[in-house]
Nanobody, 123 residues
Framework: VQLQASGGGLVQAGGSLRLSCAAS????????MGWFRQAPGQEREFVAT????????YYADSVKGRFTISRDTAENTVYLQMNSLKPEDTAVYYC?????????????????WGQGTLVTVSS
């Protein structure tokens, strides 16, 4: 699976951004698609994941209520709508695909990764 992330940028605190991740190479029916982020000097952390076949969703507590993961099955694209952004959301955001059993939030469960897109939230 090849993943291409886009949509990052600079935004003021309280603003919104939408990230996109276009997938190609294999059908996604047996995958779940995740978003992770990595701030400077920190570990890559889980943000959200969606089971492609059913649309089941799981969020990290830190983004619940502010971020929304969604998909366009016709375009093989997964989105991350980020609202009420905070400076602590500043990071490189990665999309990833996993064929491991549903519910895994460890980055090690995700085999395929996009190149990352930088989100900077100014205070």
């Amino acid at each position: 699976v090849q993943l291409q992330a886009s949509g990052g940028g600079l935004v003021q605190a309280g603003g919104s951004l939408r990230l996109s991740c276009a997938a190609s190479g294999r059908p996604l029916d047996t995958f779940h698609m995740g978003w992770f982020r990595q701030a400077p000097g920190q570990e890559r952390e889980f943000v959200a994941t969606m089971r492609w076949s059913s649309g089941e969703i799981y969020y990290a507590d830190s983004v619940k209520g502010r971020f929304t993961i969604s998909r366009d099955t016709a375009e093989n694209t997964v989105y991350l709508q980020m609202n009420s952004l905070k400076p602590e959301d500043t990071a490189v955001y990665y999309c990833a695909a996993s064929s491991e059993p549903w519910g895994r939030t460890s980055r090690y469960a995700y085999r395929y990764w996009g190149q990352g897109t930088l989100v900077t939230v100014s205070s």
